[in-house]
């Protein structure tokens, strides 16, 4: 720590014995400075009073700090010592001294730091007001140019020291009398001022904001907007840079091109990041319209944006109707590896590997992780041949596997038992120069014991090898054993483990393994027992497990556990929960449970809210329905497309209009579900207007919404319009999916789409195969039914109960009572059980062998169906 120097200690003496008597004095006490605010480093700088008390008046403080100049730690360091002096505090003048050092040195740190303390203080606290120090600052400098920048860089960094300590009223309040002064603020003043808008949702505020933003009176030079643009994007309010790049570009402030491709792509970027998906697009469609080509990072960015939102087939969307347009030198690795993860995370592997043949064949690049996702997608359909194969020609190519690659080929080699492959890939890997690290050993293990192998060897080999094994490798073990119904080996392995328990690793292990092995109930027993909390992953695994399971009552139970062991559910597990009392049709439960989230002061995030919504609205409770829209809305949840779109399934014209109101830009699917409503409730011309409202959004129709357009001039029995639609759409290349043609077979079961699907395709679902059932049962072509129902089946085509009922129902009505049971007795050996419903029917017509007609009733039916 540095001392005063001799000299400048015999100089404050002379002050002190020169300054007028009448003075106000102040004691400075001779113990170190020590703020939390300044490093260490920084407090040698600021030096160390290792004198005894010194009695300064104002005068003599004054004189003080004009030959600390040079030295702004030291000034700094003094002004805190007669701070620390409980009788007395400094005077506007000593921090407006101060103030004017910090700012010739560029310290907007401690400039900053000092506001904070200052404002905290208040002005009975400090004796004087924030705009007698201004004026302080300023009136002290001679030079009127000076004067003014002085002011504006203190203003600006008391702006942001207010809206620090969250005092934003106030902020907003000096900003604007900024303005009126004409001083100048920089664009981080800007960014704190208009983030003090948004919080406080002062939306008149915000409109006065961008006018003076965009004024021709206070414009700025580009790259003050270039810095404020970026700003808004790196603090999450990419919204707003969206809203202002259009005024800016009509404004000619930026004009140059790339200025503007930059400001686009940090927007673009930015609002992917905050997972404000469509503006995004839209922000990139701007783009294009300007004529600016985008690079490869946003394209990038907007497909990872969507994979990791899970809108696996948008992502998807998106590549075909964007990316796939500037040819394939722009899907870069980033991209080939977003769209495989979107292929896998859907379950469509076989998809995945077709994509990385289509990628090959046209010489796109792919990276290590890519070649690892088409890894994963081999082992999980079982070909791990195959994925050795692929990993063999990545080296080849000249790609260095990582030790990641290595993982996933050891966990295949493992899931499917082939251990031996497994350690032999462990000791390529330690001959290339590549030890395996802990995660390799732990995946090893817990594959071997998994596969009733010898996984006490792994360790063995671990400890040979220096690596020791964790709780997390103890775990894996455990949870292997349990999976390959080894119990006892299990439980005397956790209970020779107790050191470990407190650690919830090794425990959460024999919950997860009860878990994958199917028995909940010992999960469940095992996790209520225990008094100390577990990693959140084991809460989730036994969560997920009891909500499949539709054990929803257990569900709960483990979130109330989890509040009473006090670890903090992940938010999505009430949104999974109420959803799952949703999904099974006891919507009491949810609100009951949505009550005591309110009363622990937890507010459901907006997907709660839509799943409960939507369940509401499918069971015709209306008005709980609208009653949970208007308490999320209360509770400062903004709805969102989605939301919107359940409503509209109901009264689309006056959620159309909160919609506008809240800001909300419908999408293809709201105007898709708002159409159909309209058509089904017999409101043509409000469809016709929600058409055209779509078409001047520029939202072009996608299939759904002709497929629904469709539907509803079949229903409105207009034909010729609805197959003008379809031919309209097929114009368009947009293709139909199979749900169109299931449209039209339903209206017009005359027209053959059976070789126009095989050219484009589409594979028949079930729904396909049961229109078809139906309209041959209905002109008494049961025996074409009958042929119809097996070609289903032979194409890998599941019949669904409604299936089973068209063709059941088919027979009987034709006279077929034998068929009727054999196919009913196939319907219940499969698992399938009709509905209440289906056995609460009157009559059913039946033909006798001689064609005449008469009504059996309901029971004589149900004998002999048994």
Known sequence: MRLFPIPLLSHVRVLVRRAPSSSRMYAVPALAYTNSTISHSEQSKEGNFDVNSLELNEVGILRVLTTMRDDPYLALSFLKRIEGNGDSLPSVSAYAAVIRIVCSWSLDEKLSSLFVGIIRKGDQGRGFSVVDLLNAVGDAEED??????????????????YAEVEMFDEAIHLFWGIDQLRWDADADTYLVVVQALYRKGDGEGVEKFHSKLLSSETRKHCGFYM????????????????????????????VDESDLATAYGKVV??????????????????MEECGIDPDVSVYSAVVEGHRKNMSFSKALRFVNDKVAQKGERIINPVIASSMLQCWCQMGKFSEALDQV?????????????????AFDALIKLGRVDEAVELFREMTCEGIDPDVVNYTTLIGGCCQHGRCGQAIDLIMEMESKGKPPDIVVYNVLAGGLARNAENAYGVLKLMEDRGVKPTSVTHSMVIQGLIVAGKIDEAEALYQSLEEDKPGGNVAGGIVKGYCEAGRLDEAFERFIKLDFPLPKNVYFTLFASLCAAKDIDKAQKLVERMWELGVEPVKSMYGKLIGAWCRVGDVRKAIRFLKVLKGREIVPDLFTYTIMIKTCCRLNKLKQADALFRDMKKRGIRPDVVTYTVLAKNNPEEIDTDMKTCGVKPDVFYYTTAINTYYRLNNEKRARAAIQEMKRGGIVPDVATYTALINSYYRLNNRKKAYDLFLEMKRRRICPDVVTYTVLLNHDPKLDVKREMRDLRIKRDVHYYTVLIHHKCKTGEVEEAERIFREMKESGVEPDVVSYRAIIAGCLRNGYVRDAKRFFQEMREKGIEPPPAEASKNVVLLHTKSNTERRVSRTKIQEALY
Do not use: Q, W
């Open 357 to 373: 043949i289509a990628f090959r064949n046209l010489n796109i690049t792919l990276d290590r992780f890519c070649y690892n996702v």
């Open 269 to 286: 970027k930015g609002l992917c990041n905050e997972m404000k998906l469509e503006e995004a697009e839209s922000a990139l469609h701007d």
């Open 144 to 161: 009127e140019k000076l004067s003014f920048l002085l002011r504006s860089r203190v203003s600006s960094a008391l702006v942001k020291a």
């Open 227 to 254: 810095d404020f643009i970026e700003g808004l994007c790196v603090n999450e309010m990419s919204l707003v840079g969206y809203i202002l790049l259009r005024p800016l570009r009509d404004a000619n402030i930026l």
